[in-house]
């Protein structure tokens, strides 16, 4: 089992990738671009095209930036090197007196006035908070998984950090189940069971289980897109907030599998899938299928574009 690529090799070619479009090419020369860009409209199902883009931008009325919106070149290369890159990739496009409202960072409340986002919370009414593909290096990373389902173990895993008060939740009810192996990997806060403590788990090692459970963090959980590439099926709780993969747009039993918030019915979901194996391999097929549906780069640029083009329409900017 190993993985398309290697990590390590996809962030250096991302970052010299960032750098040269920084300093070597002109923005003149994306702004020519444009229109020929858009133009691949026609290329796809415009439909389809249009439903993602109101999706992610839902914005009805026009509306004027705040005093604090920034020019591309007056957006600061600051820590967050990876939201900087991402945005000014597509931003760079436009006028270059174009101002946009933005928010870098793990975002799980609704933004005060529009500004372009990686997340937000799934609501009816986050129209101000404009979905962009942000840090999409670390939450878009290809994966192999050759093992198939009916060769991996029977249980269920899964390892990342305890802090937030829902991870503790699922650690006290889960931790020492017969039918997960599952812990946190973090330096353990004082009072914490020891039993919580598990060393860390790579990528392949949890794809010789059958069940992985998908969690929340401070925003959407990281590795729900590795698992929905993978050959084995997705738990978690309903979603509650989402990012450019468009979670809130997940239907529990037919993408994953469907926990409750507390998990008490954990174990019972496993077991049933233990027993009902053609279920689950109907529910990872179409976790891959929607995954796949991310994976045409012409088309997740034409997306994004068409997503800042209507908030600087809306913005009176374009």
Not at 81 to 109: K, N, S
Not at 117 to 124: C, F, L, N, Q
Not at 198 to 227: C, H
Request: charged share 30%; with cysteine.
């Amino acid at each position: 089992m190993k993985q398309i690529t290697n990590q390590r090799a996809r962030k250096v070619l991302y970052y010299a990738r960032g750098f040269s479009q920084q300093f070597l090419v002109p923005n003149a020369f994306y702004r020519s671009q444009l229109e020929r860009k858009l133009a691949r409209l026609g290329e796809y199902d415009r439909s389809e095209v249009e439903r993602r883009v109101n999706y992610y931008n839902r914005l009805d009325a026009d509306f004027q930036v705040s005093g604090d919106a920034a020019l591309l070149k007056d957006i600061p290369f600051s820590s967050k090197t990876v939201y900087y890159y991402d945005l000014r990739e597509i931003l760079r496009h436009f006028p270059a007196r174009a101002a946009v409202d933005y928010l870098f960072g793990d975002i799980y409340w609704i933004a005060e006035r529009p500004s372009l986002v990686k997340s937000r919370p799934i609501s009816e009414d986050n129209a101000n908070s404009v979905v962009i593909n942000m840090e999409k290096l670390r939450h878009f990373r290809p994966i192999r998984d050759e093992l198939p389902y009916d060769e991996k173990i029977d249980k269920l895993v899964w390892r990342g950090a305890g802090w937030q008060e829902h991870r503790k939740e699922f650690l006290r009810r889960c931790c020492g189940h017969p039918l997960c192996d599952v812990g946190q990997v973090n330096t353990p806060e004082e009072g914490t069971p020891p039993e919580w403590n598990k060393p860390k788990m790579t990528v392949p090692e949890q794809l010789r289980y059958k069940f992985i459970l998908s969690i929340e963090g401070n925003d959407v959980a990281t590795n729900l897109k590795w698992i929905s590439q993978s050959n084995s099926l997705c738990f978690m709780t309903k979603p509650k907030i989402e990012s450019w993969f468009m979670e809130g747009c997940l239907v529990a039993s037919k993408h994953y599998v469907e926990v409750r918030d507390d998990y008490a019915d954990l174990g019972e979901k496993v077991e049933y899938y233990v027993r009902n194996p053609d279920e689950a391999k109907a529910i990872i097929k179409n976790s891959q299928d929607y995954y796949r549906s991310f994976c045409d780069p012409r088309l997740e640029e034409l997306v994004s574009l068409l997503v800042v083009k209507k908030y600087l329409e809306k913005a009176g900017q374009y």
